[in-house]
């Protein structure tokens, strides 16, 4: 049964978690930080382990009650809302945070044997472009999320409330190597590869090549610069989304939930 604490004193220990700026402090202690009842309660679902939780009092018997009843054994610290805002640094628009144990990460190469629609991320650094991409990989039919080493840990706080929990909800891990040979891995791995940049010699999102393709990968790169020539050059296709009004493009997370929809499982 989970312990109430009511929080008196704001240097205590145990709520070093919800006090620590650092999300690589957090990340070497092999903790994230889950937002809201509907977040909190998919990471559950997906398997992820609470630590503690920082409830407002009010929700203690209200919308967090059967997240509570489901923690097991574990801190409950609780206080009004002043009290939480003046500790974390910002008001819980929800009313609740949860401390929750990071898991092992499969390696790239298990994702890629069973996915056959993959977005890969290279150097995206944005946490809430991360976050929106989650979303809609998840929602849009691709199976998976590929990391390049210069990208945001998707389990940061904002790309973890922005996701609204589909971080928890696909399979992820992080590639190594540098540019090309990420592609080249995926090429060895059956996959047709399609960069998404603003190029001349560029194929429409509904190609033929790419709506038939058994095992796709669509690859995304970073806000301003983009991806890296040679990764582009490595693709197979590079692809961009027809345009009105002399708009030239759009932002990555947009413009990720577009591709997918046009080239996920339907």
């Known amino acids: 049964m989970a312990v109430l604490k009511e929080i008196s004193d704001l240097n205590f220990p145990?709520?070093?978690?919800?006090?620590?700026?650092?999300?690589?402090?957090?990340k070497r202690d092999g903790?994230?930080?889950?937002?809201?009842?509907?977040?909190?309660?998919?990471?559950?679902?997906?398997?992820?382990?609470?630590?503690?939780?920082?409830?407002?009092?009010?929700?203690?018997?209200?919308?967090?009650e059967d997240i509570i009843s489901r923690c097991g054994n574990i801190p409950v610290f609780h206080g009004s809302s002043e009290t939480l805002t003046e500790l974390s640094g910002y008001k819980l628009t929800q009313g609740i945070l949860a401390a929750m144990k990071r898991r092992d990460l499969p390696d790239a190469k298990s994702i890629m044997k069973t996915a056959n629609r993959i977005a890969l991320l290279e150097d995206i650094m944005n946490q809430t472009n991360t976050g929106a991409i989650f979303r809609s990989a998840a929602a849009l039919g691709f199976d998976a999320v590929i990391l390049t080493g210069g990208s945001s840990d998707p389990l940061f706080r904002r790309s973890v409330r922005v996701s609204m929990g589909s971080v928890f909800q696909i399979p992820w891990a992080y590639i190594d190597g540098a540019s090309?040979?990420?592609?080249?891995?995926l090429k060895r791995n059956g996959f047709v590869t399609a960069a998404m940049a603003l190029r001349s010699d560029t194929i429409t999102i509904d190609d033929t090549r790419l709506t038939d393709a058994d095992k796709l990968a669509v690859v995304l790169g970073t806000e301003g610069e983009g991806l890296k020539s040679s990764t582009i050059d490595e693709c197979d296709h590079t692809i961009k989304i027809p345009m009105s009004h002399g708009v030239d493009s759009l932002n990555v997370a947009a413009a990720s939930a577009v591709a997918f929809w046009?080239?996920?499982?339907?």
Request: zero cysteines; proline letters at 7%.
């Open 180 to 185: 090309p040979e990420y592609i080249r891995n």
């Open 31 to 64: 903790i994230f930080i889950a937002e809201s009842p509907k977040v909190i309660r998919t990471a559950m679902d997906s398997g992820y382990e609470p630590v503690s939780l920082l409830i407002e009092d009010k929700y203690i018997s209200g919308q967090a």
């Open 14 to 26: 145990e709520l070093k978690p919800y006090t620590d700026t650092s999300e690589l402090s957090l």
């Open 262 to 266: 046009q080239l996920g499982k339907h």
